[in-house]
């Protein structure tokens, strides 16, 4: 993982916040990161109580399915959620809030539970759960307030739909919120599902999808090293990234690969085009569901 000079980043997420960063601390170059070699976390699948949800019938698709992560690759809002969580983790452990920061972003991909979990396996666990309560109400109260999608996601959206790929969401966030901010900015219309947080973690969430799918070519749509390890992890879903520059962190579209990306950029802008190149063929014998071919093409015309 790569840590980029103490600069403003001009692409990739946006760093906005209500409060400007405090100033770099010379110290923070010495920041040790909790990502442990290349392994996969062992704190990786911890996430909130699952709740029971009716079984969907399975079902043939067009073309495909493109599963999207949310925070980071549908909607920017990385830098935002990394100074509430740096104040977050400052107020209940007392981490200097640069290096909580750091510390946030190495190991976002992961429910913020699991992350508390990994940085602070000594502390009470009411004392993680109070402040992971506390870091999802002001989520919600000071980023997902400010927040708006990439700019090229809507239109990367309508040629997907067009193409009849069948889009559905993954987050690690709560299904009603993310349901909520992707109604709000006019996207929701193009997403046949949504799992988030109540329904597991993301492997499970891919676990399901490939159920609900199956044999359908499958991508998934992360931002990070955990989005990436999810993929890997699920037979014949394969990972895609967007590759991030925030202020004082870079990761990069060579660390996306590197933990398992097929392809990795900065914008989403190509993904239709490269998606295609990479799509597996239908199985023998599958015949597209009418229906969704109906829903594909009604989206296609909006």
């Known amino acids: 993982m790569s840590r980029a000079p103490k600069t403003r980043a001009t692409k990739g997420h946006s760093d906005s916040a209500p409060l400007p960063p405090p100033p770099p601390d010379p110290a923070e170059e010495e920041i040790p990161l909790p990502v442990i070699g290349g392994a996969t976390s062992q704190y ?17 698709v067009p073309k495909g399915v493109v599963v999207f992560d949310l925070d980071g690759t549908i909607i920017d809002d990385i830098g935002l959620i990394s100074h509430v969580a740096a104040d977050v983790m400052a107020t209940a452990f007392g981490t200097p809030t640069g290096e909580a920061r750091i510390h946030y ?63 559905v969401v993954s987050t690690g966030a709560e299904r009603e919120m993310a349901d909520l901010v992707l109604e709000r900015e006019g996207l929701r219309y193009w997403f046949e599902a949504v ?92 015949e597209p569901n009418p229906s969704r071919r109906s829903a594909s093409a009604r989206r296609g015309k909006k």
């Open 195 to 286: 799992l988030g947080s109540g329904q597991g973690t993301k492997r499970e969430h891919l676990t399901e999808y490939r159920r609900r799918y199956p044999g359908a070519s499958m991508f998934l749509v992360g931002d990070s090293r955990f989005d990436m390890e999810a993929a890997a992890s699920i037979p014949e879903v394969r990972a895609v990234g967007r590759a991030s520059s925030l202020h004082d962190w870079t990761l990069t579209p060579t660390d996306l690969q590197r933990w398992g990306a097929v392809w990795a950029d900065y914008s989403l802008g190509a993904l239709p085009d490269v998606i295609d190149e990479l799509a597996l063929p239908p199985p023998r014998g599958t």
């Open 105 to 167: 972003l190495a190991t976002t991909g992961m429910p913020f539970e699991a992350q508390l979990a990994q940085l602070y396996p000594g502390a009470a666990p009411g004392l993680r759960a109070q402040t992971a309560r506390t870091f999802h109400q002001r989520k919600i109260q000071e980023a997902y307030k400010l927040a708006k999608p990439f700019p090229e996601i809507p239109k990367v959206l309508k040629r997907l739909s067009q193409q009849q790929w069948t889009l």
């Open 44 to 60: 990786a699948e911890v996430g909130h109580l699952v709740t029971e949800e009716p079984t969907v019938a399975p079902a043939p």
